[in-house]
């Protein structure tokens, strides 16, 4: 028999519990804006062109356009388009640039804990240590923003095998590394549950953009299609459609463009629509416990 993790059971997602979203909605969309920071000279990080020795100028700089130009520009069009989104953002961010946080929780969104760069991968770290990030980062975002964060991200989807027991007992409600449904799923934890809210992989502009080196204007069709056809299948079930960007990628003003174009269908939509937030996603499925996942 293959090894399995044991957090949660298959069941298709056309044999479980109906229900509704908030506003009788059928969809929920959320977007996911990562604000990340990168270690100079050394550590991981995306790439544009193929890396050098380090310092790494021409990626570090690339990089850091996201930190001062296109997580801004991001910012004026998500309050154009009025879309709430959250902020996955590492702790180092708040030492490197705290205004650029700080101007997503004042506009209400919600702040992810990110861990502490990205420029490393906590799945690598023993028990004591992959703890210690996860509370580090946790009181460096509450000592910011004044509030405690419920939900996770690490930094380039990096789990140990007991990083979902870690969060649990560390406070955490829901993570974001799992993309294996569209739908929340709680996982079991060796102290309780967290709760899995669908994190995208496809509809991440990372993967899309960097990896696969698609254009601009076939990101915002994805987008598009992806929306289009959630809607049509949240007519059977409710569904969670999520959409990960990175400023240093569609905050360049040629994607951003096309972005927008994206970006506005959904928001034209929005009546029919739970225009969300991961952690109210998360606060939701608390409501109903297991009734529907």
Same mark, same amino acid.
């Given at each position: 028999?293959?090894? =399995?993790?044991? /957090?949660?059971?298959?069941?298709?997602?056309? /044999? /479980?519990?109906?229900?509704?979203? %908030? *506003?009788?909605?059928?969809?929920?969309?959320?977007? &996911?804006?990562?604000?990340?920071?990168? =270690?100079?000279?050394?550590?991981?990080?995306?790439?544009?062109?193929? *890396?050098?020795?380090?310092?790494?100028?021409?990626?570090?700089?690339? /990089?850091?356009?996201?930190?001062?130009?296109? &997580?801004?520009?991001?910012?004026?069009?998500?309050?154009?388009?009025?879309?709430?989104?959250?902020?996955?953002?590492? !702790?180092?961010?708040?030492?490197?640039?705290?205004?650029?946080?700080?101007?997503?929780?004042?506009?209400?969104?919600?702040?992810?804990?990110?861990? #502490? =760069?990205?420029?490393?991968?906590?799945?690598?770290?023993?028990?004591?240590?992959?703890?210690?990030?996860?509370?580090?980062?946790?009181?460096?975002?509450?000592?910011? =923003?004044?509030?405690?964060?419920?939900?996770?991200?690490? %930094?380039?989807?990096?789990?140990?095998?007991?990083? %979902?027991?870690?969060?649990?007992?560390?406070?955490?409600?829901?993570?974001?590394?799992?993309?294996?449904?569209?739908?929340?799923?709680?996982? #079991?934890?060796?102290?309780?549950?967290?709760?899995?809210? %669908?994190?995208?992989?496809?509809?991440?502009?990372?993967?899309?953009?960097?990896?696969?080196?698609?254009? !601009?204007?076939?990101?915002?069709?994805?987008?598009?299609?992806?929306?289009?056809?959630? #809607?049509?299948?949240?007519?059977?079930?409710?569904?969670?459609?999520?959409?990960?960007?990175?400023?240093?990628?569609?905050?360049?003003?040629?994607?951003?463009?096309?972005?927008?174009?994206?970006?506005?269908?959904?928001?034209?939509?929005?009546?029919?629509?739970?225009?969300?937030?991961?952690?109210?996603?998360?606060?939701?499925?608390? *409501?109903?416990?297991?009734?529907?996942?």
């Amino acid at each position: 028999m293959s090894a =399995t993790h044991g /957090r949660y059971d298959y069941v298709p997602i056309n /044999r /479980r519990a109906d229900f509704r979203w %908030p *506003g009788d909605a059928r969809l929920a969309v959320y977007i &996911a804006v990562n604000l990340e920071h990168f =270690t100079f000279g050394k550590g991981l990080g995306a790439t544009l062109v193929a *890396g050098g020795s380090q310092p790494d100028v021409l990626n570090f700089a690339w /990089r850091d356009y996201g930190n001062r130009v296109g &997580a801004w520009r991001m910012l004026e069009m998500l309050d154009e388009l009025q879309l709430p989104s959250c902020a996955v953002t590492n !702790a180092a961010i708040f030492d490197y640039c705290p205004e650029l946080p700080a101007a997503f929780f004042k506009r209400g969104d919600e702040i992810v804990a990110h861990g #502490r =760069t990205n420029s490393e991968r906590q799945g690598e770290l023993d028990e004591n240590t992959e703890a210690e990030l996860i509370a580090e980062t946790t009181k460096t975002l509450k000592r910011h =923003t004044g509030v405690r964060p419920k939900g996770w991200l690490g %930094p380039w989807i990096s789990e140990s095998r007991i990083t %979902p027991d870690l969060l649990q007992e560390a406070g955490y409600v829901y993570l974001l590394d799992w993309c294996h449904d569209d739908q929340p799923v709680w996982f #079991r934890t060796r102290r309780g549950r967290i709760l899995s809210v %669908p994190y995208p992989q496809e509809i991440n502009d990372i993967p899309a953009v960097v990896a696969r080196q698609m254009t !601009a204007p076939e990101f915002a069709a994805m987008i598009i299609d992806q929306f289009e056809e959630m #809607r049509c299948q949240s007519r059977h079930q409710p569904l969670v459609m999520g959409i990960a960007l990175h400023p240093y990628i569609v905050g360049q003003a040629h994607r951003l463009r096309h972005l927008r174009r994206a970006l506005a269908q959904i928001s034209a939509a929005r009546d029919s629509l739970w225009l969300t937030t991961p952690g109210e996603i998360a606060n939701f499925a608390d *409501g109903v416990g297991n009734a529907a996942f």
